[in-house]
């Protein structure tokens, strides 16, 4: 800052200007006092007893982070700024996806993604809920929304969620397990459309669940054959944990090949995991044309990016004949 003063030029430096706040101004002129005061710069809010300084970050929310340090995201104020092609246009439906590695202990920064994002249909995998978790259940809720989820009966871990804006009707078609994944179906009503929503959760093999893929596809292919002739649009959304980015994964080969008998199609073209993989998918018929835009990777919740994209409204159509 420089001021003009007498044909003299008195320079402050940025931290000089902000040390005014604290420190004695009896050796500041008084016309640079007039005009800290005048753009706001000797106003000055402290942090009373026991409370502490709330940092904002300012995001295109693409890439956007929360931090894994729990001492920083609890005072962590996200401030998004959100791209023109991620804003719901029309009568498009916004639809959000994510893995949530429990969202227990993520609340706060759950909840204010949420509001930021505008999303209107919102799915979570690994919940980590229980029947008893009622106080969570509300504070994960924001007002304007509905929150219907399923948890694992028999241990810990798992579970899904489906939060949908007031004006949405939901009701469960069915939920459980598999020998490979767990999922729950639900039917989402808007007006007078209609929509399938199939969340899927998918573990990773471990000595937990010694699982392959090639039981997990005979399991899918089956699951599918009951849902896929339905009159109503469908939408598969969750964590697969099958590296689709990898062209040579003999996993990835078999899901495409399935996909393509199902008529299906997976539109997830980026990383969905901090390691850099495409783990979580959102698949629909191809003759459903229900995605008005290709899903963008958005924001990172411990370990996972939220997927986020629009929905065209789609007529109830034909059921699908599968391919032979």
């Known amino acids: 800052m420089d001021l ?57 929310r693409i890439r956007h982070t929360i931090r894994r340090d729990r001492t920083i995201s609890r005072t962590l104020v996200l401030v998004p700024i959100v791209p023109e092609h991620c804003l719901r246009a029309g009568s498009y439906l916004k639809f959000c996806s994510l893995n949530a590695r429990s969202v227990r202990n993520k609340s706060v920064d759950f909840v204010s ?59 469960r078609l069915d939920a459980g397990e598999r020998t490979s994944f767990e999922f729950s179906h639900w039917m989402v009503e808007f007006q007078s459309q209609k929509l399938q929503i199939v969340i899927t959760f998918c573990p990773p093999y471990s000595s937990n669940h010694p699982v392959t893929t090639s039981v997990f596809f005979a399991d899918f292919l089956s699951f599918l054959e009951n849902i896929i002739m339905s009159f109503v649009p469908l939408l598969i959304a969750g964590d697969f944990n099958i590296h689709i980015d990898v062209p040579g994964n003999a996993g990835s080969i078999c899901f495409k090949k399935l996909h393509e008998s199902m008529g299906l199609q997976q539109h997830v073209n980026e990383p969905t995991h901090e390691s850099g993989h495409t783990l979580d998918l959102i698949i629909t018929r191809q003759c459903d044309s229900l995605l008005a835009d290709i899903p963008v990777s958005d924001c990172l919740f411990f370990d996972h990016f939220t997927l986020i994209c629009n929905l065209r409204p789609v007529p109830n159509a034909a059921p699908f004949m599968r391919r032979t």
């Open 113 to 171: 993604y949420v509001e930021s994002s505008g999303a209107d249909i919102f799915v979570v995998t690994e919940t980590w809920l229980s029947e008893i978790d009622d106080v969570c259940r509300a504070e994960i809720t924001p007002p304007g929304y509905k929150l219907f989820d399923h948890t694992r009966s028999d241990r810990t871990g798992g579970g899904s969620a489906l939060l949908i804006r007031e004006n949405l009707h939901a009701s």
């Open 4 to 60: 003009q003063t007498n044909s003299r030029v008195i320079t402050y430096t940025r931290a000089e200007l902000l040390g005014f706040r604290r420190a004695s101004r009896s050796f500041v002129c008084r016309s640079v006092l007039h005009d800290l005061k005048v753009n706001g710069l000797l106003r000055f809010r402290g942090c009373r007893a026991g409370r502490r300084k709330i940092s904002v970050l300012l995001s295109d």
